[in-house]
C-alpha cells in the first residue's frame, strides 16, 4: 500500500473526481454517444497527461486509482449517455496509461449482468461504436474477473470520504414507467376483459358482491402513470426556471452556515480565556453573554444562530412559571454563576426561539 | 427489464458488500469461480491472445457490418485518436507537462515541488513496495504442466503483525501473499513466515553450537486458521495438537454460537466459505497471533505470474529495522547476553562471530562468566 507521510490512501481523489466529472460534463453536453466526439473532447483537454510526473513507483497506484474511479461512472444508476462516456474513458485511460506493466480494469461479479445489458442495449441501438471499444477490451484482455471492484482490507472510513455520484450524471427513476409498460397494459386489459365475460355469464349484473373492481382500470392506471411522466418532466423545467430561485435559497444556506460558524467561534473565542482552577466557574458567565453578542459581531450574517443549551433545554422541558424560576435558581450552575443575588437578576436568561 | 421478482432471490456465490467499501458477505470461492466461467467465454480468460483479424471479421458478421464500415469503425476507435500530440513531438511523460490544466496535474505540480524544497530522504517503503511483484511479473514456466491452469482463482491474502509489535499493527500488512484456490491451507501456513518461529528460548553460553537445533517451529507445531465460525487445525504432525479445542470449550460454556473444526490440510481455499475485506485468525505457537484478511479474489489473467511452482507468491514483505552488533555494527544480532563481564551493556547484542570471538578462545572454551541467549531480530526475514 502507498501512503504518504499522514497514512493518505487517496491523495488526488478529489483533484481526479472533478477532472473525470468536466470532461463527462463536457461529454454530456453534446448529447452524443459517438467516441469521436469523445476523444476530440479529451484531446482538447490533454487527458493523456493526467498520467504525466508520476514518479516510478507511483505510476502504478495511481492508474490502479484512476481505473477504480473511472469504472464507477461505467455503472448504473447513471444515465446511459454517461455510461458509456464512462466505457470510453477507461478505455481511453486504459491505453493511455504509463504504468509497466499495465493495471487491468477489475469487474467484480455482480456487475458483471449489468455490463452485459449495457451491451445488448448498445447493440440494439445500433451504437456500434459503443459495442466495438467493449469488444476491443475484452480483446486485449483488460478485465480482471474479481470478486469485488476495489481491494478491500477492512478499512473503516471517516464519513467524509463518502463518495456521492454528481446529480446531473444519475439517471432519473423511472420505475413506473418500466414495471406499466404497453405489452403489460395490453395483457391486463385482455385478462379484464375475458374475466368481465365470465362474469356476466356466472351471475347476474345486478349482483353487487361481485363487483370488486374497478371497471376502467387499466386506462386507469395508463392515465397515473402518464401523469407521473408528466409531473416529472415538469418538475424537470421548474427546477430549471427556478435556478434563479435556488440560487437565492442556496446563498441563504450559505449565510446559515456561515452564521453557524460565527457563532462556533465567537464561543470558542469567548472560552478560550482559561481561568485558573478557583475562578473557573466564572468561566460558564461567558457564554450567555457570547451568545447575545455573537450576532451582533456579525452584522452582516445571519441571525440564525444555534441557541444556547440552556434555551434549547427550555424549549424541550417546559416548565410553567413558578418552577420556572424555582427550577433554574436551585441548579448548582445557576449558583455558580451567580455572583451575588443582584447581578444573578440582572443577567438575561430569554429564550433564542419562543416555543410554539 | 420489467422487475419480475427476480432480484428477491439472493445468490450467496455472488459477492456483496456487507459494509459499503469495507468487507463482503461470506460466499463460498468454488461457488464464485463456477458463477464467473458459467458467464464468460473461454477466449476471455484464456492466456493465448485472440487473432485480430478473427476478432474483426467476428464483429462484422454479428452485428451485420461492412467492410467499409468496419474499417472506419477500427480507425476511428484506435489509440491514434486519443494521442494528443504528434507522434515525434511526444512530451516527457516523467515530467509534469507546463502549464497544466488539469486539477490533478496542478496537485501533482504542487506536492513534487513541497517534497523538493523539504529534501526529504527517499521513502524505502514506498519505492521498493512493487519490487517483489516485478520481479515475478509475467513469469511463464518452461514445463507446460507447470502452468496454472485457465480459469484458476487467485486470492491475495494480506497477514498483519501479531498484535505484540507496537507499531504498524493496524496500518501494514507484514507481508501479502498470493495464493490459488487449489492450495491448501496447510500450504498457506507454511507460507508464512513469522519470527516467532525460529525463537530459541533456553540459556546456551556452555553449548552455543547446538543452539540452531531448538527452534521454536519444531517443538510447537500446532496452529490454526479461524474463518467463520470453523477452526482449521494443523494436524500432519504427530507432535500436533488442537490447540482450538480450549477456545471451542470456553465459547460452549459462555453460550456463543457453536464452532466447528477442520483440518488444515485437507481444507483448499476453494472450499472455504470467507468474506472479503473481513479479518480472520491465524494462530500458531499457542499464544501468537496473526490478523489475516483475504483482500481479493479473482480469476488469472495471463499477465499473472504463470508458473505453479512460484506460488504461494509474495508479493509484498514489509521491511522492519534491524538491531546491529554492538561491536561492528554491521551484522544482525544474534546472541544476546546478560551478566557479562566483557559487554559494554546490560543486557548485549552480538552477532555470531563477534560473540563466538569474544567469549570463546580457539578451542570453544568459555572464556568468563556470562548468560547467553540466542536473539532473533524482527527483520530477520527482511
Same mark, same amino acid.
Given at each position: 500500500m502507498i501512503r504518504s507521510k499522514r497514512g493518505e490512501t487517496d491523495p488526488y481523489r478529489k483533484q481526479l473526481k472533478s477532472d473525470c466529472e468536466s470532461l463527462l460534463g463536457r461529454f454530456q453536453k453534446t448529447e452524443s454517444v459517438r467516441f469521436q466526439v469523445f476523444s476530440e473532447i479529451w484531446r482538447e483537454s490533454n487527458f493523456?497527461?493526467?498520467?504525466?510526473?508520476?514518479v516510478k513507483h507511483e505510476k502504478r497506484a495511481f492508474s490502479r486509482r484512476v481505473l477504480d474511479l473511472a469504472y464507477s461512472?461505467?455503472?448504473?444508476?447513471?444515465?446511459f449517455q454517461i455510461r458509456v462516456g464512462g466505457l470510453y474513458l477507461l478505455y481511453s485511460l486504459y491505453r493511455c496509461q504509463t504504468a509497466s506493466p499495465p493495471e487491468q480494469i477489475r469487474v467484480a461479479l455482480k456487475d458483471w449482468d449489468e455490463v452485459k445489458k449495457f451491451e445488448k442495449d448498445a447493440a440494439d441501438a445500433q451504437h456500434l461504436d459503443a459495442v466495438y471499444i467493449l469488444r476491443q477490451l475484452r480483446f486485449l484482455k483488460a478485465f480482471h474477473f474479481t470478486a469485488m471492484p476495489t481491494l478491500l482490507a477492512y478499512k473503516k472510513k471517516r464519513k467524509t470520504e463518502k463518495s456521492d455520484l454528481s446529480e446531473e450524471f444519475v439517471e432519473r427513476a423511472s420505475r413506473p414507467q418500466e414495471l406499466i409498460n404497453g405489452d403489460l397494459l395490453e395483457e391486463l386489459s385482455n385478462i379484464h376483459e375475458l374475466y368481465e365475460k365470465m362474469k356476466t355469464s356466472v351471475s347476474l349484473p345486478s349482483e353487487k358482491s361481485v363487483n370488486m373492481i374497478h371497471r376502467s382500470f387499466v386506462p386507469q392506471l395508463r392515465g397515473s402513470v402518464l401523469d407521473f411522466h408528466k409531473w416529472q418532466q415538469n418538475k424537470d423545467e421548474t427546477d430549471l426556471d427556478e435556478d434563479c430561485g435556488e440560487g437565492t435559497s442556496s446563498q441563504q444556506e450559505c449565510s446559515n452556515r456561515a452564521g453557524l460558524i460565527a457563532s462556533i467561534k465567537s464561543k470558542a473565542y469567548g472560552e478560550a480565556a482559561e481561568a485558573s482552577k478557583s475562578r473557573r466557574h466564572r468561566q460558564v458567565e461567558v457564554d450567555p453573554t457570547s451568545n447575545e453578542s455573537g450576532p451582533s459581531n456579525a452584522p452582516?450574517?445571519?441571525?440564525?444562530t444555534k441557541p444556547s443549551f440552556k434555551a434549547r433545554t427550555k424549549e424541550k422541558f417546559h416548565f410553567s412559571g413558578d418552577q420556572l424560576k424555582a427550577s433554574s435558581s436551585t441548579t448548582m450552575i445557576s449558583h455558580l454563576t451567580s455572583l451575588d443575588p443582584v447581578a444573578a437578576e440582572n443577567v438575561k436568561y430569554f429564550k433564542r426561539f419562543p416555543s410554539k | 427489464m420489467a422487475a419480475s421478482g427476480g432480484s428477491t432471490t439472493s445468490n450467496t456465490n455472488i459477492p456483496e458488500y456487507e459494509y459499503s467499501d469495507v468487507n463482503t458477505k461470506p460466499f463460498h470461492i468454488g461457488g464464485f469461480r463456477s458463477e464467473w466461467l458459467s458467464r464468460l467465454t473461454p477466449e476471455d480468460y484464456s492466456y493465448q491472445p485472440e487473432e485480430e483479424d478473427t476478432f474483426d471479421a467476428n464483429f462484422a458478421k454479428e452485428h451485420g457490418v461492412s467492410a467499409e464500415t468496419m474499417a472506419e469503425l477500427k480507425s476511428v476507435c484506435s489509440i491514434d485518436s486519443l494521442r494528443c500530440h504528434p507522434e515525434d513531438e511526444q512530451p516527457d511523460p516523467e515530467v509534469v507537462p507546463p502549464n497544466p490544466t488539469l486539477q490533478t496535474l496542478i496537485e501533482r505540480k504542487k506536492k513534487q515541488d513541497y517534497k523538493a524544497s523539504r529534501k526529504i530522504t527517499k521513502n524505502r517503503h514506498d519505492l521498493y513496495a512493487n519490487e517483489l511483484e516485478r520481479l515475478t511479473y509475467g513469469m511463464k514456466p518452461e514445463a507446460v504442466d507447470d502452468i496454472l491452469p485457465e480459469g484458476e482463482v487467485i486470492l491475495t491474502v494480506n497477514v498483519y503483525y501479531p498484535?505484540?509489535? !507496537?507499531?504498524?499493527n493496524y496500518v501494514r500488512p507484514h507481508m501479502t501473499l498470493l495464493m490459488t484456490g487449489s492450495h491448501s491451507l496447510a500450504e498457506f501456513r507454511d507460507a508464512i513466515c513469522c519470527v516467532s518461529d525460529l525463537q530459541v528460548c533456553g540459556e546456551f553460553s556452555n553449548t552455543p553450537n547446538i543452539a540452531p537445533d531448538f527452534i521454536s517451529k519444531d517443538h510447537y507445531k500446532s496452529a490454526f486458521f479461524y474463518f467463520e465460525g470453523v477452526f482449521y487445525n !494443523?494436524?500432519?504432525?504427530?507432535?500436533?495438537?488442537?490447540?482450538s479445542m480450549t477456545t471451542i470449550e470456553w465459547a460452549k460454556s459462555h453460550n456463543f454460537p457453536s464452532y466447528s473444526q477442520a483440518k488444515m490440510e485437507d481444507t483448499r481455499f476453494m472450499d472455504l466459505n470467507v468474506k472479503v475485506g473481513f479479518p480472520y485468525l491465524y494462530c500458531h505457537q499457542g499464544d501468537c497471533e496473526h490478523l489475516v484478511i483475504i483482500t481479493d479474489v479473482r480469476l488469472t489473467h495471463k499477465n499473472d505470474c504463470l508458473d505453479k511452482e512460484l506460488y504461494p507468491l509474495l508479493t509484498h514483505k514489509h521491511r522492519v529495522a534491524t538491531q546491529k552488533c554492538s561491536v561492528c555494527h554491521i551484522f544482525i544480532g544474534r546472541w544476546f547476553t546478560t551478566n557479562d563481564e566483557f559487554a559494554p551493556s546490560h543486557p548485549c547484542l552480538f552477532c555470531d562471530k563477534c560473540f563466538r570471538t569474544l567469549h570463546y578462545n580457539e578451542d570453544g572454551y568459555k572464556l568468563g562468566d556470562f548468560l547467553a541467549y540466542p536473539y532473533v531480530d524482527r527483520g530477520a526475514f527482511n
Open positions: 493523456t497527461h493526467i498520467f504525466y510526473g508520476a461512472y461505467f455503472l448504473p444508476p447513471l444515465t452582516g450574517r445571519s441571525r440564525k | 498484535a505484540s509489535y !507496537d507499531k504498524f !494443523d494436524m500432519r504432525y504427530p507432535e500436533c495438537q488442537d490447540i
